[in-house]
C-alpha cells in the first residue's frame, strides 16, 4: 500500500493554482503516507532483523531504500515504455510470494563457520539484505506507480508523492525494527503482508475483472498486524 495516498490526491493536485495550496495539503499527505507505509515498513524491518547490530539494520535500511527510490524515479520517467509489459508485475507478484515462503518455510540461521571468514560473510550478508531491500520496496512500489501513472500524466507530482513515502517508510521502519523484537509474530505478520500484496499485484495484472475490492486485502493485512502484536515477548 506504499505511496497509495498519492494516488486519491493527485485529481486534486491537479487542479490547485499554486504551490501553496499544495502545501496545506502536505500534513495530510504526510500522514496517510505513514499509514499506508505500514505493511511495507513491516516487510523491511522483518528482512534486516537477521543483521546483527542496529547500526548495520539502520544503514542497511537507509542504503536500500535509497537504491529503491532511485529505482522508483527510473519507474516513473519511464512508465510509459516498461509499464506496458505485465512480466515486469507478474516477475514483481511472483517475487513477494517468493520472499514469503523462503522466509516463513525455509528460513535457515546458519550462522556458523570459519572464524577467518566472518568479515567476508557479514559483508556478503549485509550487501544481499540491502539488495532484498531494494527489490522488496520496488516490488511493493510498482502497483502505486502503475496507478498513479494512469491518473496523472504530472510526472513531477507522482516523483514528489514518491519521495514522501520513502521519507514515511524510513520513519516507520524504524518504529517497527524496535517492535520486532518485543512481538514474537510481528516478523511473521511482515512476511504475511508481503503475501498478500504479492497475490494482489498478480490477480490485478492477470484478472481484468476484479475477483476482490482492494479492501479486502487491506482489511487482510490489517488482520495480519492484529495477529503480529497480539503475542508480546515475556520479560524476566
Known sequence: MDSAAINSFIPTLDQVDSWSE???LLPILIILELLLSADNAIALASLTKSLESNVLRSKALNIGITISLLFRIF????????????????????????????????SSDSNIGESDNDNTNNNLKFLRIVFLLSLTDFA????????????????ILIIFGAIIGVLALRFTSGIFLKLLENFLRLETAGYIAIFIVG????????????????????ILIFSSFIWGFSKREQIT
Request: charged share 10%; hydrophobic share 60%; proline share 1%.
Open 75 to 106: 519507474l516513473i520517467l519511464l512508465s510509459n515504455i516498461l509499464l506496458k509489459y505485465i512480466i515486469i508485475r507478474i516477475f514483481a507478484g511472483l517475487y513477494l510470494i517468493y520472499l514469503f515462503i523462503s522466509n516463513v518455510f525455509f
Open 22 to 24: 499544495i502545501l496545506t
Open 199 to 218: 497475490i494482489k499485484l498478480l490477480l490485478n495484472t492477470l484478472i481484468t475483472e476484479a475477483i476482490l475490492p482492494d479492501y479486502y486485502f487491506y
Open 140 to 155: 511493493f512500489s510498482i502497483d502505486s506507480i502503475t496507478t498513479a501513472v494512469a491518473i496523472s500524466d504530472q510526472y
